[in-house]
């Protein structure tokens, strides 16, 4: 979750304009597209809650790491995964998580 605009302004910037769905696009229209798909997106969302979804297990990042809440994790795979997203640091790179599954 993030609603500190400089940190928004700052993805779209850094990451979004340089992305492959924009590549016929200018900065500004990258810019003014990726802004109206985030307003539609928050008509769309729905946040996890502790006390509504009690059996959920899940983490929140808030404003890229300046606050964090770890729900009902278990396990050590949970605890690994908790651990290191705890840790990313903000800079561009990508991130693959991966479940394995029968």
Known sequence: MCDDDKIV???IR????TSPDY???KSDQVYKD????????????QTLDED??????FLKI?????KYTVHKH???IQSRIVYYLMNVK???RTIYLTRHGK
């Open 9 to 11: 302004d700052s993805n």
């Open 14 to 17: 850094e990451v979004k304009i």
């Open 23 to 25: 590549v016929t696009y």
């Open 34 to 45: 990726f802004v109206e798909r985030i307003k539609h997106y928050e008509k769309l969302y």
């Open 52 to 57: 509504l979804e009690p059996n959920y297990s």
């Open 62 to 66: 808030f404003n890229a790491g300046s």
């Open 74 to 76: 278990e396990g050590h």
């Open 90 to 92: 903000i800079t561009p």
